[in-house]
């Protein structure tokens, strides 16, 4: 089975979808801001966090 991963990452928050390739998502989740600009470290630890609660 085949997964697709979407991620949104902002300046106040990240979400993430994950969803079959034929689009039923399967989660969701948020976490705090993904701003590589002005936090690098912290954007990526959010992105990963969002990811997996995904």
């Known amino acids: 089975m085949n997964f697709v991963l979407g991620i949104d990452g902002g300046g106040t928050s990240c979400r993430a979808a ?15 801001a993904a701003n590589i600009r002005t936090d690098l470290t912290g954007a990526r630890t959010n992105i990963v966090e969002a990811a997996r609660q995904a």
Do not use: E, I, N, Q
Not at 18 to 32: E, F, I, M, N
């Open 18 to 32: 994950l969803a079959t390739a034929d689009g039923v998502v399967l989660g969701r989740a948020k976490s705090g």
